[in-house]
């Protein structure tokens, strides 16, 4: 408003900063580079609105902070060739680790995505003793591949069965995590490692990956369901995951169900409803009835997909009746435009699992969510603790350069 005398009662609208205007144009031009690839001045500037004069000065900021560099010129088109400028790969670093009991599974990614590094290693029979100094093992061996220390990483996202209670620091939902369950465990990986070291449920992350590279892409509200050795589900609502007060939030392997037993100490006895009949001991048993043998339950499942016969339809009806006895509470509850399933089991499957799931779902809840297999083929618990990573470490870098 203003008042009779002209003056303005309340200011108007303040115009930005010259400092902040370069910081949201450098970041555009940072974002540009990052989906895009190598682009010209013109290319830039013709992308953000810029005049070439103030796109030359952008990229000269932005080379000088060591986060662009030129990577040749255009060719074939009219007139001379304009140089090439790309997103510095060294920028930054980070590391994604998917860790179960058996193994603990790294990879390293440069700022733009790329997998520089990777490394396996094997933990059976581990002891609670000697945690730390087999996850500084593997990512110093990751790292290695990129010519790269730990301390050089920006930071460090885990992904593992359970979730961080906020209150006091430790692990739950996973007593099978041999060794994860001090509270100071994530302080002494971040300074033996010289970098931040972030916790996440490791179906959150196959959620993340999902999202980011997967069939979940541009979808705001999505359940994915998990079934593998154990059971579990990520949900994703408005875009954003939902970990619930304490981080449990899709837990789902405790959740009673129709045909299981019912267990009512699922903190002493480490499973519930869900689990007894989707989990791996309970599909490799389901397969045996049936006469489907297999080392493992992915085995068994694809064996009982390829079999073209009642022994294998049997086995894959089933499955898919307890999958979907599972999921109809969950959307029951959720009511998400999309369900993805996830994990060995159900992709093992294929497309005949996914087609008799989508059926029994129908007939057992209201909601009538899009079904969808997985395609992701490299770990997704790995691709999702990387594009989490990177998500945190490009928004620093692109902001405070």
């Excluded at 790294?106 to 490394?119: C, K, Q, S």
Aim: hydrophobic share 45%.
């Amino acid at each position: 408003m203003t008042g009779t005398s002209g003056n303005p009662a309340v200011a108007g609208p303040v115009a930005g900063t010259p400092s902040l205007l370069r910081a949201i144009n450098d970041r555009a031009a940072l974002q540009l580079l990052l989906e895009r690839g190598p682009l010209s001045r013109a290319q830039i500037g013709a992308l953000t609105g810029l005049s070439k004069p103030t796109a030359s000065q952008l990229l000269s900021r932005l080379e000088a902070a060591g986060l662009v560099v030129p990577v040749g010129t255009t060719e074939g088109g009219p007139g001379p060739n304009a140089r090439l400028y790309q997103l510095d790969p060294g920028a930054a670093h980070v590391a994604g680790l998917d860790v179960t009991p058996a193994r603990i599974r790294v990879a390293v990614a440069d700022i733009t995505g790329r997998v520089v590094g990777e490394h396996l290693l094997a933990t059976p029979g581990r002891q609670a003793a000697g945690t730390v100094d087999r996850v500084v093992t593997a990512v110093r061996e990751a790292a290695g591949q990129a010519g790269l220390e730990p301390e050089r990483l920006s930071q460090v996202v885990v992904g593992a069965p359970g979730a961080i209670e906020p209150l006091t620091g430790r692990l739950r939902y996973a007593p099978h995590l041999t060794g994860w369950h001090s509270p100071r465990l994530l302080a002494e990986l971040a300074d033996r490692l010289g970098a931040p070291v972030v916790f996440e449920n490791d179906v959150n992350l196959a959620a993340v990956a999902e999202q980011a590279l997967g069939e979940a892409r541009g979808c705001e509200d999505f359940v994915l369901l998990w079934a593998a050795e154990g059971v579990g589900a990520a949900v994703v609502i408005a875009g954003r995951l939902h970990r619930g007060h304490t981080g449990g939030a899709g837990e789902v392997g405790y959740m009673p169900l129709p045909g299981a037993p019912l267990i009512r100490n699922v903190r002493r006895e480490n499973s519930g409803g869900f689990q007894e009949l989707a989990g791996a001991p309970a599909v490799l048993a389901l397969a045996r009835k049936h006469g489907i043998t297999g080392r493992t339950a992915r085995e068994a499942v694809a064996r009982a997909a390829a079999a073209g016969d009642s022994r294998g339809d049997a086995v894959l009806t089933e499955l898919a009746h307890r999958l979907a006895t599972g999921l109809a509470a969950i959307v029951a509850v959720v009511d998400p435009e999309l369900v993805v399933l996830s994990g060995e089991v159900p992709q093992a499957g294929g497309e005949q699992l996914r087609a008799l799931v989508q059926e029994e779902l129908t007939g057992l809840a209201v909601p009538r969510p899009r079904l969808r297999m997985s395609a992701l083929e490299e770990s997704p618990v790995v691709q999702g603790a990387l594009q989490s990573a990177l998500a945190t470490v490009r928004d620093a870098v692109f902001t405070t350069h």
